[in-house]
């Protein structure tokens, strides 16, 4: 046996070793719920903080008992409000699996859209996909329907409001929440709902509490942020991107699964430009908030360098004007 051969088999049983601990260590971080906690300053002076706790893309399938106690459990944080950014089912048999999960929290004042995987069920596709600038391929067959509009209709049942394509308002934690939300953007049925009352509207309800404007969308696609942005959201919630899903520690996402930049696939930025200043906004930019989701495809059932979360968002107020 040559000395150089013995060497290139001893470095491939290494990489081969190294890939199998990769692919065991991808498969574990997958179901390392996390709770994220982040501050965001968009309520007014003198308001208290109110509690959004934000879930998305939980991809249940009916099988994941630990996942469902994991949300479930999210109830002991208390949360004044609930916002749910769509991808809640991942097979035809998931939605009393997803009611049960999110029981204690649907008895919380809350706030939803769908994503494309409470339409259609995932099907297997190839992952390189995600590489290119648009992973989407308008000739593959259509994946098979899922009971969205039944989800739906309970979500609604239980009191959470419906921002399909529309606009809505819910009290919650002492503060009036203007919601405007679109459908599911990456399956492009996405219409931004008529003009409110813009970013000049009144800043107190009829009841006499503040406003804040909040934006929420499964994908965040740049057209829907900057829509969002000029309707004079504070605040804009989404999710859709799994955070990139298998990122490079140290460097993070490669891809968004949208257009928009993996240096925002996930946590609190500014959009379109930095971080709101935290003296009320200063620098024109809304808060963005995109969640890595709680899940992924069945078929793709690993995350690395990127755990599956929620994030509760404490909204806090901008400090007094100084004199």
């Known amino acids: 046996m040559s000395t150089t051969g013995a060497a290139v088999r001893r470095a491939i049983g290494i990489g081969a070793l190294g890939a199998a601990a990769g692919l065991s260590w991808a498969l574990l971080e997958a179901q390392a719920y996390t709770l994220r906690r982040v501050t965001a300053t968009v309520l007014p002076a003198g308001a208290r903080d109110v509690r959004v706790l934000h879930i998305s893309d939980l991809h249940l399938l ?56 409470d339409y259609y069920e995932p099907v297997r596709r190839n992952p390189a996909r995600y590489l290119r ?46 919601f405007v939300g679109v459908d599911d953007p990456h399956l492009e049925r996405d219409r931004f709902p008529a003009a409110g009352s813009g970013a000049g509207g009144p800043r107190r309800s009829t009841a006499g509490e503040p406003v804040v404007r909040v934006g929420v969308t499964h994908a965040p696609y740049v057209r829907i942020l900057d829509a969002m942005h000029a309707d004079g959201c504070s605040l804009i919630l989404a999710g859709h991107t799994h955070g990139g899903q298998l990122c490079v520690p140290g460097y993070g996402a490669l891809v968004t699964n949208c257009d928009l930049d993996p240096g925002r696939a996930s946590g609190l ?15 024109g930019s809304s808060w963005l908030h995109v969640s890595a989701g709680l899940g992924t495809s069945p078929f793709t059932p690993v995350r690395f360098a990127c755990r599956p979360e929620a994030t509760l968002l404490t909204l806090t107020s901008a400090r007094e004007p100084r004199s």
């Open 269 to 283: 930025h500014g959009w379109p430009g930095v971080r709101p200043d935290v003296d009320g906004g200063a620098s």
């Open 62 to 117: 009916p099988s994941q008992r630990r996942k469902v106690e994991w949300l479930r459990a999210l109830a002991d944080l208390r949360p004044d409000l609930v916002v749910n950014t769509g991808d809640n089912m991942a097979h035809r048999d998931s939605m009393p699996a997803v009611l049960e999960a999110l029981a204690p929290l649907l008895k919380v004042p809350g706030a939803f859209v769908m994503g494309s995987n």
């Open 133 to 178: 600038d648009d992973p989407r391929n308008p000739d593959a067959p259509e994946a098979p329907p899922l009971p969205a509009r039944a989800l739906g209709q309970a979500f609604s049942a239980a009191g959470w409001a419906d921002l399909t394509n529309t606009r809505a308002q819910v009290s919650a934690g002492g503060v009036t929440f203007s």
